[in-house]
C-alpha cells in the first residue's frame, strides 16, 4: 500500500487559501498586471497575439505562489529572482528597440540607393517627385512612417531631398527619429519631431 500523507505534512506545504480561491488571486493579479502593461495599448503595440502565453506562464506562477505555504513562497520568489534577473537584463527596453531602428536606418539607405541610382546616363541627378515603390519589412512597416521631402531649385528640378523616419507611436518606449539627405548623411534625434541635419549624424 502506497503511504498516505499526513494532513500535518500537506500544511507544512499548502497555504490555507483553497486551489479555487489561489486560482482566482492568480487570475485577478495577471489581468491586473496585464491592464498595467498595456495602458496607452503600448504591449499590443510592441508584442504580437501569440506572446500572450508569456501570462499564461504568470497565472501558473502566480497560482502556484498562493496555493504553498509561506515559507515555501518564499524560496519560489528568490528561485524566480535568481533566475529572472538575468534575464531581463538581457531584454531591456535597449534590446527590443534594436530590431526597430536597425530596420528603420536599412530602410533609409535601401530608399536613398534607389534614389541615387543614376538615370539615362544623366551626371547630375534629377530626383523624382516620389519615392519608388519599395516593400517595408515587416518591422519598419509596423513601427517608423517614412516620408519623402524632395527640394527643389529655382528652375523647378528636384535636385536634393531628405527621408524622413518617424516612430508611428510615441510614448510607446521608442521614441528616436531618423532623417537621411541626399549626400547619403544619416541624422537622428530623440525630441518629438523629425531629424534634421542640425541633427547630430548617426555615425557620431
Known sequence: MEPVLSPRIISRFR???TLKKAALWAAALTVLLFLLLNRNGCWFYR????????????L??????????????????????IVLVPLVGMRGVAEMNAAP????????????????????????AIFPEKLPTVELSPVARKFYRFEYIPVRSEYGEIRSYRIEAVPSRRG?????????????????????????????????
Open 101 to 124: 531602428l536597425a530596420a528603420a536606418v536599412d530602410t533609409l539607405r535601401d530608399l536613398n540607393s534607389r534614389l541615387q541610382q543614376p538615370k539615362n546616363g544623366e551626371k547630375h
Open 60 to 81: 501558473a506562477w502566480l497560482a502556484t505562489f498562493f496555493a504553498l505555504a509561506a515559507i515555501w513562497r518564499v524560496v519560489l520568489f528568490v528561485g524566480t529572482v
Open 15 to 17: 497555504s490555507r487559501l
Open 47 to 58: 508584442h504580437e497575439l501569440r506572446d500572450l502565453v508569456l501570462f499564461v506562464y504568470v
Open 172 to 204: 510607446c518606449g521608442l521614441e528616436i527619429s531618423f532623417t537621411i539627405t541626399s549626400d547619403n548623411r544619416i541624422f537622428w534625434t530623440k525630441e518629438g519631431r523629425p531629424a534634421t541635419s542640425a541633427d547630430t549624424p548617426l555615425d557620431q
